[in-house]
């Protein structure tokens, strides 16, 4: 017999031996078709697994949020089953869950084609309908060993290679499949549904080593029905029709070449669009009592070995040696430099809150793999800051960046932002202690905000917790963008000082803080949150005077420096073009106001306006016209 504790904190007791699934069956005998795994102790189990000590216990539905993950991981294990089960040759490598889906990578000599995916895709239907009992299996590694060489699944030794000796495994079996996995499952593969697609196939590294060989991966979503697939589906024709990249392309933006992989070429009208922001930013910042700065973008490596970024995070950072036989390192980040700063000339207590910003330029190594446009680079800009602060100012510091973030975002057309907070992870800097008060800092802060926000753990920044600020779009995707992070530990570790009202020197609290996260990014994501059709006060080009013939020239030159006067982003085309093909091409590249100008307007001092995603003209005065744009802009 065994106590167990349940959500509500009441207690049952259990017969030995007991399994999620009886247990379930048992306390909740109408819902145990819509259980599909069990919590133990906080770790997701199998249903079928055998729970022997006492423990607080949970169960996980269906329509649970957390049930995403398992029936994704399911997803993948039945489509590397149909795989096997068709092109028996295959070796199944490594397959993981995703943002909304999960993949799988093959080796096969021969590339999976598109009428393929869709015979996979049937065969899953069909090992879905087949009912077949998932089950979990501790082995020895020597035999794990033995069973997948002699099958000759070299990929899936080599897996379990890098295993101690001595060490178990545990594998997972549902027909004749067998998989390496750690697991959880479902309970049978009837249990995944029939929410799931396959997407698409593309090539990938062994590893993400481009010395190891190339395998196939296959790209599929899988949802908990029908209904929640075709919403996703849905999103996705939206989102091919926003891709920032095609619509960067026609509105003039930015493009990215080979010689530069993950590094954007910004056009002029780009460029506009990028300063516009940084304009926006500035301003903010400034009233909100910011100083900026700038740091060098490339250090010597002793400095980020000190800092613990070298240790953390060399292997995505970039090097150079210089001719005197020293390394150095393109900045990753801004916060060492920021402390250098802060550590020139003597602070007092009376200094703080200092408040450095910064728009810096990062470098971090991304795979090529993994790069898309402006939403993954290489070399970004951070619109970055850091608060030095005393520890009784955490709280007060926290709560305006958070106000500044959200009214910011609502600035841009984004109201719908959630939350994340994210505690201490595996991999950090300090010890425990300066990670409690930083972590209580940081939740009394988010408290005192009176936001709702999700626990997002073991995602900590290595030197401290963090606020993550995540957007919804137009079609409901979800972005992270800004970041709020309590820091007590790089003051500690570059040793920043200031002296407290006792006289004595004390160390710093650095409140690390982006709000649109990388500049190129936010971009992105701007550009396909609204389809192109940027707000007025925003596109880098607002207005294009195009004449009707050419007759009209001047009159449309003197309506540009007027506007431009105004301080208005303007063009003109005077170009020996049909008036019909201006518009299309003008409407094309997302301009949001177009001035017809002819032989009438030029009589009548008037011009024609057509309004982005308007096929209708309206003849006004130029003064109309001109106070029209004034008021939009605010």
């Not at 294990?77 to 092109?87: D, S, T, W």
């Not at 079996?173 to 309970?187: E, I, R, T, W, Y």
């Not at 698409?200 to 590893?207: I, L």
């Not at 800092?441 to 290595?462: D, H, R, W």
């Amino acid at each position: 017999m065994i106590v167990l504790e349940l959500p509500d904190k009441k207690i049952i007791n259990v017969e030995l031996p007991s399994t999620g699934k009886k247990i379930a069956g048992d306390i909740l005998p109408n819902r145990l078709k819509d259980i599909i795994a069990i919590k133990v102790c906080n770790e997701v189990w199998d249903l079928s697994r055998e729970i022997n000590t006492p423990s607080n216990i949970s169960f996980i539905f269906r329509g649970d949020e957390e049930a995403l993950e398992i029936i994704r991981h399911d997803a993948a294990h039945v489509m590397a089953e149909a795989v096997q089960e068709l092109y028996p040759n295959t070796q199944v490598t490594i397959g993981p869950v995703i943002e909304n889906g999960f993949y799988y990578d093959f080796a096969r000599e021969k590339p999976f084609s598109s009428e393929e995916l869709d015979v996979i895709e049937k065969k899953m239907h069909e090992i879905v309908s087949r009912d077949e009992v998932i089950n979990r299996e501790i082995w020895k590694r020597e035999d794990g060993l033995n069973f997948f060489n002699d099958k000759g699944e070299h990929f899936k030794s080599e897996l379990i290679s890098s295993i101690p000796e001595g060490e178990e495994i545990s594998v997972y079996k549902q027909g004749s499949f067998v998989d390496l996995c750690k697991g959880p499952h479902l309970p049978s593969t009837k249990h995944l549904g029939d929410g799931f697609k396959l997407l698409k196939v593309a090539g990938a590294y062994w590893r993400g080593d481009h010395n190891q060989p190339m395998l196939q991966r296959i790209y599929g979503t899988a949802w908990r029905n029908k209904k929640e697939l075709r919403l996703y589906l849905n999103q996705l024709e939206e989102a091919e029709k926003r891709d920032h990249r095609l619509l960067g392309k026609n509105m003039g933006l930015f493009h990215f070449q080979p010689e530069a992989p993950g590094a954007v070429f910004w056009h002029n009208k780009g460029w506009n669009l990028f300063q516009n922001l940084i304009d926006f930013m500035r301003k903010k910042q400034n009233e909100a009592g910011y100083i900026e700065i700038n740091t060098p973008d490339i250090m010597d490596k002793s400095l980020w070995e000190t800092s613990g970024h070298w240790g953390k995070f060399g292997e995505n950072m970039f090097t150079t040696e210089a001719k005197e036989d020293r390394v150095y390192a393109l900045k990753p980040m801004n916060c060492p430099g920021h402390i250098q700063v802060f550590k020139q000339g003597l602070k007092s207590y009376r200094d703080l809150p200092l408040k450095f910003s910064e728009f810096g330029k990062v470098h971090r190594y991304e795979p090529s793999g993994a790069l898309h446009g402006l939403m993954r680079v290489r070399a970004f800009t951070q619109d970055d800051a850091h608060i030095f602060c005393t520890e009784d100012q955490i709280t007060e510091e926290c709560v305006e960046v958070c106000n500044l973030i959200l009214e910011i975002y609502k600035d841009f057309g984004f109201e719908n932002v959630h939350i994340k907070f994210s505690d201490r992870p595996n991999k950090r800097v300090g010890n425990d202690v300066i990670w409690d008060k930083s972590e209580k800092a940081l939740m009394t802060a988010i408290n005192a905000t009176g936001l709702p926000y999700t626990i997002n753990s073991g995602e900590g920044a290595f030197y401290g917790p963090k606020i993550e600020f995540v957007l919804r779009d137009a079609i409901g995707r979800d972005w992270q963008c800004g970041t709020l992070q309590v820091d007590l530990n790089l003051p500690e570790l570059l040793t920043a000082n200031y002296i407290g009202v006792d006289g004595k020197k004390h160390r710093p609290v650095m409140i690390h803080r982006a709000l649109f996260g990388s500049i190129e990014r936010f971009i992105g994501i701007l550009i396909e949150h609204y389809s192109g059709n940027l707000p007025l006060w925003l596109a880098p080009t607002q207005i294009v005077i195009a004449t009707i013939t050419s007759d009209s020239d001047n009159y449309a030159l003197e309506i540009e420096k007027l506007l431009k006067s105004k301080n208005l982003k303007v063009e003109v085309d005077l170009r020996n073009e049909k008036i019909g093909y201006k518009i299309r091409e003008h409407s094309l590249a997302k301009i949001p106001l177009i001035y017809s100008i002819g032989e009438r307007e030029k009589n009548n001092r008037t011009v024609s306006v057509r309004r982005l995603g308007s096929k209708k003209t309206e003849s006004i005065s130029i003064d109309e016209a001109i106070n029209s744009v004034l008021n939009q802009i605010g």
